[in-house]
Nanobody, 121 residues
């Protein structure tokens, strides 16, 4: 079994900062990419930021220059530092982990349960 758990969501004023964390645990051999997505009620889930095992990153245009994704490979963690938050950043944020359970095994995608970020104006 694999568990993916996000934390760090909160209510914050516009212009403020939050740091989201995501921990993956369980039957894991290796983790390749780790991503952050966000989703508003009734809307599609959109990619916010992604990071490879080697540290290459990719960001949605709407968060470039404000959000930073990072990871701790030794502890199977990924983080999202969010600065200069705007009301339009209000969403449920989800962590997605791409992993293998054995050497040369297939890659699986696991999602966390989400953490709510609310930015007040």
């Amino acid at each position: 079994q694999v568990q993916v758990v996000e934390s760090g969501g909160d209510l914050v004023q516009a212009g403020g900062s939050l740091r989201l964390s995501c921990a993956a645990s369980g039957s894991i051999f290796s983790i390749s990419a780790m991503d952050w997505y966000r989703q508003a009620p009734g809307k599609q889930r959109d990619l916010v930021a992604a990071i490879t095992r080697g540290g290459s990153t990719n960001y949605a245009d709407s968060v470039k220059g404000r959000f930073t994704i990072s990871r701790d490979n030794a502890n199977n963690m990924v983080y999202l530092q969010m600065n200069s938050l705007k009301p339009e950043d209000t969403d449920v944020y989800y962590c997605n982990v791409h992993l293998s359970k054995r050497e040369y095994g297939p890659t699986y995608s696991y999602w966390g349960q989400g953490t709510q970020v609310t930015v007040s104006s």
